[in-house]
């Protein structure tokens, strides 16, 4: 039993680092938007491409029997990050931070 226990914790564990890694790769992109958005002038926020990704995510969670709200939630939470981060492009407050920004003080929407 503790073998097996072991076993599935270490697959979790890789998952987790495989997530991770998949966050830091999209956090990489979403900055570049939020500098080409800064370099033309365009806002952090795209309210029209945020209801999309909002209903993508929806059935998305629900074709891999996931709950909608978790799945929702936890990209209200990267796209609050997103936010900021495009902000912060337009008006740098942390120059040469290369992290996402930290925290969840709010939840704004992406792109």
Request: charged residues 30%; proline residues 5%; hydrophobic residues 35%.
């Amino acid at each position: 039993m503790q073998r097996m226990l072991q076993t599935l914790r270490s697959e979790i564990d890789a998952i987790d680092e495989q997530l991770i890694e998949f966050l830091a790769r999209r956090f990489t992109v979403t900055r570049q938007v939020g500098q080409l958005k800064a370099h033309h002038a365009l806002p952090a926020v795209d309210t029209e491409r945020e209801s999309a990704q909002q209903l993508r995510y929806e059935q998305l969670a629900r074709a891999n029997g996931l709950d909608p709200a978790l799945v929702t939630g936890l990209f209200r939470d990267i796209i609050a990050a997103v936010v900021r981060q495009h902000g912060e492009a337009i008006t740098p407050e942390r120059p040469g931070s290369s992290q996402p920004p930290r925290g969840r003080k709010d939840h704004g929407n992406e792109r």
